[in-house]
């Protein structure tokens, strides 16, 4: 549902040997969307996303809770949810 109301759709895989691989997902959902990336690594992925989102952009991760596991622990480590905790009005 996502897909079409997006600029760019980055597949990736969690680290969890069951995970369907993010070659095979793009080949399942990429015409879905009109610009899809394919990087396997997880933290690489989040990283390529961030890199491409202009400072007032949303960046989603979306998947199984093993992949949204990574993907946190990689935003911990950066530190952002620190400071994006902090600079909202809600904290």
């Known amino acids: 549902m996502?897909?079409?109301s997006v600029q760019k759709?980055?597949?990736t895989e969690p680290r969890q040997p069951r995970a369907i691989s993010a070659s095979l997902l793009a080949e399942m959902t990429g015409h879905l969307?009109?610009?899809c990336d394919v990087v396997?690594?997880?933290v690489?992925?989040?990283e390529r996303a961030l890199q491409?989102?202009?400072p007032a952009d949303v960046v989603f991760a979306?998947?199984?809770l093993?992949?949204?596991g990574d993907l946190r622990g990689q935003w911990m480590r950066r530190g952002t949810f620190a400071t994006a905790a902090l600079s909202s009005p809600s904290a």
Do not use: R
């Open 62 to 64: 979306t998947g199984s």
């Open 2 to 4: 996502l897909f079409p």
């Open 40 to 42: 396997a690594d997880p």
């Open 52 to 54: 491409l989102a202009d």
């Open 66 to 68: 093993y992949l949204v």
């Open 33 to 35: 969307t009109e610009s």
């Open 44 to 46: 690489k992925a989040i």
């Open 9 to 11: 759709v980055i597949l």
